[in-house]
C-alpha cells in the first residue's frame, strides 16, 4: 500500500478525499522492485530528527491543496512519460 493510503485510514479526524488512484506502468526501465534496505541509524545516532508525514503534515498538506484547487490545470497531471518504446506501449 502507498503511504497516502495508509495515512489516509490512520488520521484522527477523517479526511474527505475525492481521489482516484491511477496505477499506471513504472515508465522507466528498471526493477519493480529492489532489495536496497537502508537504515539511517547512523544518522539517528548523530542527532538526526527526521521530519515524516504525519497526520498533522497530511492534513496541512491538503487544507492547501484544496484551498489552491481552482489553480490546477489538471491537464499537466499526471506525467505520462516513457523512456524506450517498450514502455510507451504500456502506457
Given at each position: 500500500r502507498f503511504e497516502c493510503d495508509r495515512l489516509k485510514t490512520e488520521i484522527e479526524e477523517p479526511v474527505?478525499?475525492?481521489?482516484?488512484?491511477?496505477?499506471?506502468?513504472?515508465?522507466?526501465?528498471?526493477?519493480?522492485e529492489n532489495d536496497?534496505?537502508?537504515?539511517?541509524?547512523?544518522?539517528?545516532?548523530?542527532?538526526l530528527e527526521p521530519i515524516t508525514l504525519e497526520a498533522g503534515l497530511?492534513?496541512?498538506?491538503?487544507?492547501?491543496?484544496?484551498?489552491?484547487?481552482?489553480r490546477c490545470d489538471h491537464s499537466k497531471i499526471p506525467c505520462r512519460s516513457a523512456w524506450n518504446k517498450r514502455r510507451a506501449a504500456e502506457l
Amino acid at each position: 500500500r502507498f503511504e497516502c493510503d495508509r495515512l489516509k485510514t490512520e488520521i484522527e479526524e477523517p479526511v474527505v478525499l475525492d481521489m482516484q488512484i491511477d496505477y499506471v506502468p513504472n515508465p522507466r526501465n528498471e526493477a519493480a522492485e529492489n532489495d536496497l534496505h537502508v537504515k539511517n541509524d547512523r544518522f539517528l545516532n548523530l542527532g538526526l530528527e527526521p521530519i515524516t508525514l504525519e497526520a498533522g503534515l497530511m492534513r496541512e498538506v491538503t487544507e492547501i491543496a484544496e484551498r489552491f484547487a481552482a489553480r490546477c490545470d489538471h491537464s499537466k497531471i499526471p506525467c505520462r512519460s516513457a523512456w524506450n518504446k517498450r514502455r510507451a506501449a504500456e502506457l
